[in-house]
């Protein structure tokens, strides 16, 4: 099986946002986050996906894991002080559902300009 670890912990500093992170944004009546998701929700190959995330957007993240019917992620976790970190704890967060000969993509969630050809490429990539 292949899931997704997406990363959801940027402030959005250089936006200049400093009340909604970067990730939240809405952009034609959606958050950038979501967009990014959906692509993996509708991957035929992905069987789920964990969003790592700022411990204080986690009710939120939530909210829109409810609201928009992303019922591939599993989870929804704390990022780490570092990127290196925040990839452990998503890692970690499969600990138990993943198999060893599993495929775990990583991906930015602030990055939606991607497509089911490019996913499937990376699982292809790894396998």
Same mark, same amino acid.
């Given at each position: 099986? @292949?899931?997704?670890?997406?990363?959801?912990?940027?402030?959005?500093?250089?936006?200049?946002?400093?009340? =909604?992170? &970067?990730?939240?944004? /809405?952009? @034609?009546? #959606?958050?950038?986050?979501?967009?990014? =998701? /959906?692509?993996?929700?509708?991957?035929?190959?992905?069987?789920?996906?964990?969003?790592?995330?700022? /411990?204080?957007?986690? %009710?939120?993240?939530? &909210? =829109?894991?409810?609201?928009?019917? *992303?019922?591939?992620? *599993?989870? +929804?976790?704390?990022?780490?002080?570092?990127?290196?970190?925040?990839?452990? #704890?998503?890692?970690?967060?499969?600990?138990?559902?993943?198999?060893?000969?599993?495929?775990? *993509? =990583?991906?930015?969630?602030?990055? %939606?300009?991607?497509?089911? /050809?490019?996913?499937?490429? @990376?699982?292809?990539? +790894? &396998?």
């Amino acid at each position: 099986m @292949n899931y997704a670890i997406v990363f959801a912990g940027g402030v959005g500093s250089r936006m200049k946002s400093p009340d =909604l992170p &970067k990730q939240f944004i /809405e952009v @034609n009546g #959606k958050p950038i986050i979501v967009y990014t =998701l /959906e692509h993996f929700q509708k991957h035929k190959d992905i069987k789920g996906i964990v969003v790592v995330c700022l /411990e204080q957007w986690i %009710p939120h993240m939530l &909210k =829109l894991v409810a609201q928009f019917e *992303l019922c591939k992620v *599993l989870k +929804v976790v704390k990022g780490g002080s570092t990127g290196q970190e925040s990839i452990y #704890k998503g890692l970690c967060a499969l600990e138990g559902i993943a198999q060893p000969d599993d495929v775990v *993509l =990583l991906h930015d969630g602030v990055r %939606p300009i991607i497509d089911a /050809e490019l996913i499937s490429n @990376n699982i292809n990539s +790894v &396998k």
